[in-house]
């Protein structure tokens, strides 16, 4: 599936993409894609547990301010960037 059509859905379901491709950042950013919000992991090296660990610590700690917001998640620090969504 392209990226394009992964962000269409999302925002259709009202649901974030997370993922570990950095190029749902261009396409929110630059591309101004409608979007709940994307969280970018950068965890190459990580296991599935330790993915499923952080992304449930996400979960519980910033539920309510990632909304809409490029988030990521990179050597232990978590970002969180709104961004204005252009209605078209």
Known sequence: MQDEEII???ALENRMVVTMD????????HSFMKHCGVL???LEDATGA???K?????????SS???NSFCVFQND???I???DIIQT
């Open 8 to 10: 269409n859905i999302a």
């Open 22 to 29: 950095k190029d749902f950042g261009e396409l929110v950013y």
């Open 40 to 42: 970018l992991l950068r």
């Open 50 to 52: 330790e993915k499923l």
């Open 54 to 62: 952080i992304v449930k610590h996400i979960m519980e700690n910033y």
């Open 65 to 67: 301010q990632i909304r």
């Open 77 to 79: 620090k978590f970002r």
């Open 81 to 83: 960037r709104k961004i």
